[in-house]
């Protein structure tokens, strides 16, 4: 799946992803690797497992963003 950081709140450990389908999926700090920074706004990559509390994101990964590629395009 693909969405995108709605809020992230170190803290409290957990943030929220909107789903490219429109639906709310819960991401822990826990089930992130070590050194991943969440920011609202961030595209995200993940797979979605079934948890006590409900549906959770794992195996999330940052999409590098593709402002980047055509800025640099934009440089020769």
Known sequence: MKGTIVSYD???????IL????KEVFVYQKD??????????DKVEY????????PKAVNLKIIKDSLFRSTNSSLK
């Open 10 to 16: 170190y803290k409290k450990e957990f943030g929220i």
């Open 19 to 22: 789903g490219e389908d429109k």
């Open 32 to 41: 992130l690797d070590f050194l991943t920074l969440l920011d609202a706004g």
């Open 47 to 54: 797979q979605i497992e079934q948890s006590a509390k409900g």
